[in-house]
């Protein structure tokens, strides 16, 4: 228990000083990589955008902040006050909130995709002309 109330430093934590700064700056390298793929590729569909904000934010100030405190020498316990919670609120929002909206959006998609648009009679609507008005098919 006195571990958890001692200056997280390399004398005092060996083994898993270098291991958390590190781990930290490749989670959040790895994260801005995944969510600017998925700006890119997720577009067009906001709830999907929307989870992946939530995720994204919650690691990136989370492991954002791991670094400094570990250089400025913090108890483990802070550190653990500050992960543990980021985790839980990427967790809740991948798990929980998200889910239901995931597939109502991908019911959607699968609609759309499968789905032909309605077809419009060609007497309900006028083709322009190559001189630009509007005359009635026969």
Known sequence: MSLLFESFTPLNFPDLFTLMWAGALLIVLGSIAVYTLAQRRYRRYPEILALHEWVFWSIVVTWGIIPLLVIIHVPLLLMLLIVVPGMAVAA?????????????????????????????????????TPAGRRRKHR
């Not at 889910?99 to 309900?124: C, K, Q, Y």
């Open 92 to 128: 809740w929002a991948t798990f929980v909130k998200f889910p239901p909206l995931v597939t109502a959006m991908n019911d959607e998609i699968r609609r759309r995709r499968f789905v032909p648009p309605p077809r419009r009679s060609e007497r309900e609507r006028a083709r322009p």
